[in-house]
C-alpha cells in the first residue's frame, strides 16, 4: 500500500523549486517534464523574444517517446513530417544502404523531421500554458549564481544594459544554456574554448519537388563533402513542391580557420554551387535545390565539447548541449537533451535527497552521452559513407555492396545512442 508515504513524497516533490538557465528545446522539455512531476520550476532565457529561428532537426523515437508521454505528440505530428526512410548514396547517387525509420521500422513511437525554429515555439507556447505566463522569464540572462549547500540563488541581468532583472532561490539550479553556457563555465572556469572538428556546415531551407518517398531522409557522399537532405513541411506550394532542409559538410580547406560558433551568420552559395556542381542524380538536383533556397544560407563550423567526468556539483547540474555538445551526426543532439530531461525528472522524483538525486542523474546520463559524443567523432553512423568512398571511389555494382558489415555498423551505433529497437520498444 501507498497511503501516508506517497502523500508525504507527493508533498516533499511539490514543495521543490527548480531553477532552469536556457529556454531552449532541452529547459522546455525539462521544465515540462519536472512540472509532470510535480516540481515548482521557472525557466530564465537570455533572448528578449522567443522567435523560430534556425532550420531543420531530427527527433528520434526514444526522444518521442518523453514528449507522448508528456501530451505533444499530435501537435508535433501536426507540424512535422514523420520520416518514413534513411538512404545513403555516394558523390554519384548510387544507393548502398536503405532502411525504415520510426514507426515504419516497427518502432512504438514515430521519428520526426521539424523544422528547429516551430518546434521551439511550440515548446515555447505549451511550457507557457502548462506552467503559466509567471514561469518563463525572457530577457534574463544569467550573471552568476551561488550554492550554499541548502539552496541555490542566482542573478539575471538584461544582456543588452547589464541591468539586474531577477534574483531567485531555488533547491536545485539546471544549466540548459547551451554550448556556451554560463553555468558550465563557473563550474569549469578553465575549460577553453569549444572544440573545432575542421569540418564547415552550411544550412539551408529550400522548396523543391518530392524526391523519393516525400519523407526521406538522404545522407549523400562522404565526410569530405556532405549533403544531408530531408523535408521539413508535409504542405505542397501552388508548384507542388515541399520545404526541404539541407545541410552540406564540407571539410576545410588548408590555412581556412572558423572558430566563431554562430548559426546566424550568412554566406552566398557560390562556393556551394560550384563544390555540389556534377550532384545532379536521376532522384535529386543538388545544384538546383541550392539555388532554390529560401531565407539564406548559414555557415557553422561543425564543433563540440571534450566530454565532462561530472555535470553536478551540490545542487547544480548540466543538461543539453551544455552537458554534452555534439556533432550534428545520427540526429542525436536535440534527442539526447530531452533523454536527460526524463533522466533527471525520474531520478528526482525516485530519491528524496536532491544532491543524490542529481548524482544517479549524473551516473546514467553522463557515461551515456559521452559514448554518443566520441562516437559522433568517429563520424558515428556515417562511417558507412567514407568506408564505401574508400572501398569504391569510382562507383559500385549492387553485389559489390557490403551489406553485413553495414548492417553492423548502423546497429551499434543505435545501440550506443538507446534507440536499438528491442530496448525501446520494451519501454512505455
Request: hydrophobic share 40%; aromatic share 10%; with cysteine.
Amino acid at each position: 500500500m501507498c497511503g501516508n508515504y506517497c502523500d508525504q513524497k507527493k508533498s516533499i516533490v511539490s514543495s521543490k523549486k527548480i531553477i532552469i538557465v536556457g529556454g531552449g528545446i532541452g529547459g522546455l522539455v525539462t521544465a515540462m517534464r519536472l512540472h509532470q512531476a510535480g516540481f515548482q520550476v521557472k525557466v530564465f532565457e537570455s533572448v528578449k523574444e522567443v522567435s523560430p529561428l534556425g532550420v531543420g532537426i531530427n527527433l528520434l523515437p526514444h526522444c518521442v517517446r518523453v514528449l507522448t508521454n508528456l501530451g505533444l505528440l499530435d501537435k508535433i505530428s501536426a507540424i512535422a513530417v514523420e520520416t518514413k526512410d534513411l538512404v545513403y548514396a555516394n558523390r554519384y547517387g548510387q544507393f548502398f544502404w536503405k532502411e525504415d525509420r520510426g514507426r515504419f521500422a516497427g518502432y512504438k513511437w514515430p521519428q520526426f523531421s521539424i523544422h528547429r525554429g516551430q518546434f521551439q515555439m511550440l515548446l515555447w507556447n505549451e511550457a507557457k500554458r502548462i506552467l503559466g505566463d509567471h514561469a518563463l522569464h525572457p530577457c534574463s540572462h544569467l550573471l552568476d549564481f551561488e550554492d550554499d549547500g541548502n539552496q541555490v540563488t542566482a542573478t539575471f541581468i538584461h544582456k543588452d544594459t547589464g541591468e539586474i532583472v531577477a534574483t531567485e532561490t531555488a533547491d536545485i539550479l539546471i544549466g540548459a544554456d547551451g554550448i556556451n553556457s554560463v553555468v558550465r563555465k563557473k563550474l569549469y572556469p578553465k575549460e577553453g574554448p569549444v572544440v573545432y572538428s575542421g569540418n564547415v556546415l552550411y544550412r539551408g531551407t529550400s522548396r523543391i519537388y518530392q524526391f523519393l518517398t516525400g519523407s526521406t531522409m538522404a545522407m549523400i557522399g562522404s565526410m569530405k563533402q556532405k549533403m544531408v537532405v530531408y523535408p521539413i513541411g508535409k504542405e505542397l506550394n501552388e508548384n507542388g513542391q515541399q520545404l526541404i532542409n539541407w545541410v552540406a559538410n564540407v571539410k576545410e580547406e588548408a590555412g581556412d580557420q572558423l572558430t566563431v560558433r554562430d548559426w546566424n551568420r550568412k554566406v552566398d552559395s557560390k562556393k556551394l554551387l560550384e563544390l555540389y556542381k556534377d550532384w545532379d542524380f536521376n532522384w535529386m538536383n543538388v545544384p538546383e535545390m541550392i539555388e532554390n533556397t529560401v531565407g539564406g544560407i548559414f555557415e557553422f563550423p561543425m564543433s563540440d565539447r571534450d566530454p565532462l567526468p561530472r555535470w553536478t556539483f551540490g545542487l547544480v547540474t548540466l543538461l543539453g548541449d551544455a552537458a554534452h555538445p555534439m556533432y550534428p551526426i545520427g540526429s542525436n543532439g536535440a534527442s539526447q537533451a530531452i533523454l536527460d530531461a526524463d533522466a533527471l525528472a525520474i531520478a528526482l522524483m525516485n530519491e528524496s535527497d536532491i544532491k543524490l538525486a542529481l548524482e544517479k542523474y549524473d551516473a546514467e546520463r553522463v557515461p551515456a552521452t559521452t559514448k554518443v559524443v566520441l562516437q559522433n567523432r568517429q563520424k558515428g553512423p556515417d562511417f558507412i559513407m567514407d568506408y564505401m568512398e574508400d572501398l569504391f571511389p569510382n562507383g559500385f555494382e549492387d553485389q559489390e555492396i557490403p551489406t553485413e558489415e553495414l548492417s553492423k555498423v548502423m546497429f551499434e551505433y543505435k545501440q550506443i545512442a538507446g534507440f536499438d529497437i528491442q530496448t525501446l520498444n520494451a519501454k512505455s
